[in-house]
């Protein structure tokens, strides 16, 4: 074990000490008389630089540091869905039970449950070679997920003993004889949490992340395995975008890291998830859930902490070969930790005060995500997508944490205060915005949707592209100088923003919509634009044309019920018939 240390000095976040000899950097350490979690983050000569993810107030020169000689890592096992953790994996409900609402400091609470039974279904039987990753059974955590218990990285071998058996975490539920011994599995692991878990393959993303959110599936798709931020100003809609997402992406496990934002954002989730259901399974959305939240009044180091927890449990469960999608709210909060961290660290400044190697830590956080072989001799197929809000001051994306996002996200869901100030939600600037992962969605879409899904989004974003080429033209000279075919064009892009990017996410009919309905949607206002820009041709009046009582049904179609798509046959039955008998008038 690495000597005991003695703080020299502190400065907020950052605790130096002396005399930590063996310990390494990323080492855990407990800091002073209340033991403190804390990480350490430098080593310069004999001085040892330890980030606290405590408060610090009250601390001294002179108290102890106590190794740990372990790197920071999570637990993991069954008992994290459902969990709200703070950023060093504390389980917050447990910890307010014990302690009422506030954390005590240095409180050791363990992240998984001791005592709880699991009952073990072994996949694998006595003689099997295994190899790290493989699964050897699985434990039913919740009524929505399946846990696999895996093979730890550096356990190789012949299983000599596996049973089915109700057992805690901590129980032997099998033994595997390896080269240099015997090996005794339990269904509780931990991970270190600063580097990515091992796969055995990084692959294309192929399939989308199906939000329900209609501008983001149909124009700015993020697929099953993606990275996408979604930068804005205060009030954008920024956290109501990373919620509705956990409530409704296609994600067989959502984690949701609350980083630095207001309490009360959290307060939403916390409220709100264990009651609201999936559409899907009519299961509690809690039963695919693990949640942390590191508030705006919690320390501001354990903003970074809280990041890494989350992407640690987030693979976990990506290993097991499913799709995860974590939200994290925001990483500019983190960002901001890492330049309070570094300027307390007399480090060279880089861009605005930020350290060097802000991109850096960004990008290593982003390219935890992907779609992968899992380790493992079977072949498992897991995702984990990365969704993160930035929030940058004044709402100016050329600021540097949203600058180094924008290099490796491929999604880019830019927010715009003059949509969210004419409640224009979700307020996604469709001009400034991209997705690249359109294309492979594309061939999806066209192969599971409809052939012209492709088509007609390139047509209606062609209409708002011109539409604000036109909007110019009309701020000129008035709108009575556009053609009628322009004019219509005007209109068509309003039916666009208006009945079908306009999306309220308080509405439980317009919440969520399937990608087969954001078509027919679609579809129909193109079938409209179309068959209008006939008429146009054979001189039908273009007052008449948008005097069409079908245009209130449009209007309203976002209400149309999933289990009754049929009505848009209808829908455009009667458009079509009243369109074309305007033309005998
Ligand atoms: N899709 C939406 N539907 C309805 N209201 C929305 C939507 N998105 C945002 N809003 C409104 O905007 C407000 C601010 O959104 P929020 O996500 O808290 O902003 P940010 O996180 O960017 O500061 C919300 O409280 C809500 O009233
Ligand atoms: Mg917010």
Redesign the pocket.
Known sequence: MPNNGTIIKVSGPLVVARGLDGTRIYDMVRVGRYKLFGEVVEIRGEEYFIQVYEETEGLGPGEPVYPTGSAFSVEVGPGLIGAIYDGIQRPLDTINRLHGNYIVRGIEQPPLDRKKKWHFYPLKNIGDDVVPGDVIGYVQESKLVRHMIMVPVNVKGRLSIIEEKDGTIEDIIAIVETDTGTKELTMLQRRPVRNPQKVNKKQQTTVPLVTGQRIIDTFFPITKGGVACIP??????????QH?LSRWADADIIVYVGCGERGN?MTEVLIDFPVLKDPKTGEPLMERTVLIANTSNMPVAAREASIFTGITIAEYYRDMGYSVALMA?STSRWGEAMREMSGRLEEMPGEEGFPTYLSSRLAGFYERAGNVICLGSDERQGSLSVIG?V?PPGGDFSEPVTQSTLRVVKAFWG?DDRL?SQRQ???INWLASYSLYQDVVDEYAIANIHKDWKAYRVKAMGILQKESELEELVRLVGIDSLSPKDRLLMDVARMIREDFLY????DLRDTYTSLRKQFLMLAVIIGFYDKANELLQSNVELGMILSISSLSDIAQMRFIPEESLGEFDKLETKMMRELVALTSK
Do not use: C, H, R
């Not at 804005?232 to 975008?241: A, D, E, L, N, R």
């Not at 999306?503 to 308080?506: C, L």
């Open positions: 804005g100003p205060f009030g954008s809609g920024k956290t109501v975008i509705q954002e709210d809000a929030s927010l969210a939600f979700p307020a999306q309220n996410a308080y």
